[in-house]
């Protein structure tokens, strides 16, 4: 142990030594050098080097002082020691995490050296964790290990801390030290997955995280498994949640057996006792002939347990099973949002999310806090917008009008420990309304049809008109011809000849009289030209006047 404490001291070292003026007796004594503290759990160890020349029969003294002390006080169990180092461990000490001041001096006679001041030290500050003590039971394929905590019982070192410790372990066969296996176990736990009728060999070393502490490895122990069991143990214990129940299940290679289940609470694992007393019998899990079992939920409040199955073919029992650890958070079931999307403005849809509903109508979320995952998509692209939202309605802007969207949902947990999730709600689409700028392509279109509309009746009629009178005539002539035809027939039966003068010189006249026979004037129809209209009376009367004119002129 003494070498161990020399290898693991911590050195608070102090300033140098100085050499007393000569003492009553003319002896010089020199001061202690190199003070240092060492504490290991509950052990508080003085150390310190003695003068380099050597003198008989000189011994050293220490004394201390802490907080609230006005004048030193010896310091119990170093008092006159002849060695250089003393053991104080017997001072009382109401607490670790005050400083305390040491002093030492070296004495002979009546004389003594100066005092030297050992550097000043917070007990919990310096102190290491020590090896610890283990005891070990076998069965044939489990080791339980029973680990004493670091310091005594009674520890004002770690008092706050019994039960922050971690143990890491590492075991191997005796008979190949290459195969170790390191674990993290408690305070008293099972080593599973051994082989039966073999010797294993373990050592093991405590831990505090906060602050950051590891001790030393205990010393090794080993010990021989026992022979196969004649009933083995349950194995793959796995439990599921389903609905409002639990399903234990597990696997047996044998028939004909019966099994039990019982639970603990995970949190007494980490107290340094034996709970063996605190094991309880699960509802629906006892003398069960099936390799599982069903468990209401509320036989579970929320929380972490150890689950642990027994099999039994009624006259001989099985060791326990591996022990599974079950936290109810890690198996409740999230089901899916129910979500609902509608057209909203011109260019958006609005995504409403309904709570996931056990089928007792109970909100999950009354427990759990959810954020919700929100895929939205065009329904006709495989480009997808994905959002992240603790809001239970979503609006999507600026989009295209008269178009489909389409999308779907699922839950997720906020707790940060853990991620979980539903799956996928149904898929919703909904077509957004048509825009103002639809409208007004709308509109123009409407407009645009009418016209068109318009436009072909009318060049249809043309067209029709066109067709008529080329490919089917009519038998009447226009208007326009007509009456004048009608008032030259007229004429013709009244006025059948026409006189012409034809004047040869001046003077003479030849009166050339000329006659139009009336059927002439009968071969004019509607078909043969609107020319053969330019006969008129007005022209006729024209000629006749000319011609008289021209007789009365002869005369004279």
């Not at 003590?133 to 019994?162: C, F, Q, Y």
């Not at 004909?256 to 949190?267: D, I, K, L």
């Not at 759990?368 to 809001?391: C, D, G, H, M, Q």
Request: charged fraction near 25%; proline fraction near 6%; include cysteine.
């Amino acid at each position: 142990m003494l070498a161990l404490l020399g290898a693991t001291t911590l050195m608070l070292v102090a300033g140098a030594p100085w050499v007393l003026p000569a003492a009553s007796g003319g002896t010089n004594l020199k001061s202690p050098e190199n003070g240092r503290v060492c504490i290991i759990d509950d052990n508080f160890i003085l150390q310190w080097n003695g003068s380099r020349e050597s003198v008989r029969n000189v011994t050293f003294s220490a004394e201390y002082k802490i907080p609230g002390m006005e004048n030193w006080k010896k310091l119990p169990g170093c008092q006159h020691i002849t060695g250089t180092e003393c053991n104080f461990s017997s001072v009382k000490l109401e607490t670790v995490y005050e400083k305390i001041e040491l002093r030492i001096r070296a004495e002979k006679g009546n004389s003594t050296s100066q005092w030297h001041e050992v550097k000043p030290f917070i007990p919990f500050q310096e102190a290491q964790i020590g090896p610890l003590d283990v005891h070990l039971e076998a069965e044939d394929k489990a080791i339980i290990i029973n680990i004493s905590p670091p310091g005594t019982k009674d520890s004002i070192m770690w008092a706050m801390d019994r039960s922050s410790f971690i143990y890491s372990l590492v075991i191997w066969k005796n008979s190949s030290s290459l195969e170790e296996r390191t674990e993290t176990v408690y305070s008293r736990d099972k080593i599973y997955k051994l082989s039966p009728e073999t010797t294993y060999c373990l050592k093991v070393k405590a831990e505090l995280r906060s602050p950051r502490r590891v001790g030393f490895y205990s010393p090794v122990y080993c010990i021989n498994t026992t022979e196969k069991h004649k009933v083995p143990s349950p194995e793959n214990i796995q439990i599921d949640a389903e609905n409002q129940v639990y399903v234990l299940k597990w696997d047996y290679a044998h028939e004909n057996m019966t099994f039990r289940a019982q639970w603990s609470h995970e949190f007494l694992k980490r107290i340094p006792a034996s709970h063996s007393d605190k094991w309880k019998q699960i509802p629906n899990c006892e003398d069960v002939k099936t390799t599982h079992c069903v468990i209401p939920q509320n036989a579970f409040p929320e929380g972490i347990y150890r689950i642990r199955v027994q099999a039994s073919d009624g006259n001989n029992t099985s060791f326990w099973s591996e022990e599974k650890k079950f936290n109810t958070e890690m198996k409740t079931i999230i089901f899916p949002p129910v979500i609902s999307m509608k057209s909203v403005n011109d260019d958006s849809l609005h995504v409403s999310i309904g709570a996931p509903k056990e089928s007792e109508n109970k909100s999950v979320n009354q427990l759990y806090p959810l954020i919700y995952e929100v895929i939205f998509w065009e329904n006709t692209s495989n480009a997808e917008r994905k959002v992240v939202e603790e809001r239970t309605d979503v609006t999507f802007p600026n989009l295209k009008p008269l178009t489909v969207y389409c999308v779907k949902a699922k839950a997720l947990t906020e707790n940060g420990k853990w991620n979980k999730s539903s799956v996928f709600s149904s898929t919703v689409c909904e077509k957004t309304k048509p825009g103002n700028t639809s409208k007004t392509w709308l509109i123009a279109g409407i407009c645009t049809a009418l016209f068109s509309i318009i436009v072909t009746i009318y060049v249809g009629k043309v067209l029709l008109r066109c067709i008529n009178y080329v490919f089917f005539p009519s038998s009447k002539p226009p208007s326009s011809v007509d009456e004048p035809v009608r008032n030259l027939l007229l004429s013709t039966s009244e006025e059948q000849t026409e006189r012409c003068s034809i004047i040869e010189n001046a003077n003479t006249i030849t009166v050339i009289e000329e006659t139009n026979p009336i059927e002439d004037h009968k071969k004019y129809n509607s078909q043969t030209s609107q020319d053969s209209g330019n006969y008129s009376n007005e022209d006729e009367n024209s000629g006749s006047k000319i011609s008289e004119e021209l007789l009365e002129q002869e005369t004279v």
